[in-house]
């Protein structure tokens, strides 16, 4: 493997010293020739080049990469270290934290429900979660929450990181909410719809959301990790990079609760892992992130097992109709489909030239996604957790890299 020719990078609060050669921290899995799927070694060589561009930013100690075409795991590589203390190597069976992608399993296991009859999406939350009817949210549908027009983005009560630690508050607290333009205004719900839809699932079928992940998705997929929390693993741990500035910690406490250091450091707290976070603590491998949305690429399908029916994924993956608005939370132009972010032709959360993507980010630098056009599902997860930084280009780079050497036959 090629030297990295590059200087000594610096994180927020760590020096991180690269090494001569990358063998020394990469891993890589059992990846399918480039021709199975349909691709050139070069092109999977600029792609390969691309992740390294973005690691040598010096903005992230651990990055795994997993990208499957016509169904192909052609490329499933990591670089770095899964823990910068010990020095320990990112490998490819690493579960790493999704945080807001954990949002579209959340949102699969609602449309299961709906699947099966146990859920109607445009009934009330209060139907099925009656404590969920007062101050107004009387008439919030669980389609509403699926497409973050519920009225509540962010708990209004004073709440601290350790509050997370007790998911049973949060829902009390969003319970006691009042709605600002239910059903009407467009604004991300971070956190706050995934307490209630995680309550509902469990008010649902009478067991933890867990175990309804565990029966519908991750047994019928082989999935070794794909779990909210964990338990008898070490996953990555993320760190706090790039240009601290008053302005983004001011917008992360609006958007999502809490500035940038205290949302690490609730990841790396021990507890994160026994805890159920149904928006943000679904831990996997890249790999299994990709595994999950080629199946949903595939019409539902999974090696011969039919894990959601075709018409299911149809629906939870497609526009309802609004177009890009302007998101009232994060300030860009975003379309939702009932669970999922969808690209767009220019302005694209997945890169240019991607209107038939859809997906879901995870807190700064997670991408989890599949493309139609290109016959293409990926996931990328990143533990330096900075939001201005020299990693912006080379992660843009990236992206055009991926849909440049993917779009053909």
Known sequence: MPALPLPRRFFTGHAVSLPKRLSEISDRGHEAPAAAAGLRDDQVTAIWRGMKGLYATGMSPGIALSLRRHGE???????????????????????VCLFSASKAVTAMLIHHLAEIGELDLSQPVCHYLPEYGCEGKERTTLMHLLTHRGGVPRVQSPVSPEDLFNPARITELMQK????????????HAVTAGFVLGAVIERVTGAPLNDLLDSVIRKPMGMKHFTFGLQNASPAKNYTTGLRLAPVDMFLKYAVGAVLQDVVDVSNDPRFLDITLPAGNLFATAEEASRFFQMLLNGGSWNGKQIFRPDTVRRATSSIGKGSKIDRTLMIPLEYSPGFMLGA????????????????????????????????SGALLTTGKGIIGPHLPALVALQMQINRQTLGR
Do not use: K, M, V
Request: aromatic residues 14%.
């Open 345 to 376: 032709r220019t302005l694209s959360l997945y890169g240019p030239g991607t209107p038939r993507a859809f997906g879901h980010l995870g807190f700064i630098s997670i991408y989890c996604w599949a493309d139609p056009q290109r016959d293409l």
């Open 177 to 188: 909410a009042i709605p600002q333009n239910p059903g009407r205004t467009q604004a991300y």
């Open 73 to 95: 795991l052609f490329f499933d590589r990591t670089l770095g270290y899964a823990d910068l203390e010990n020095r320990n190597p990112l490998s490819i069976d690493t579960p």
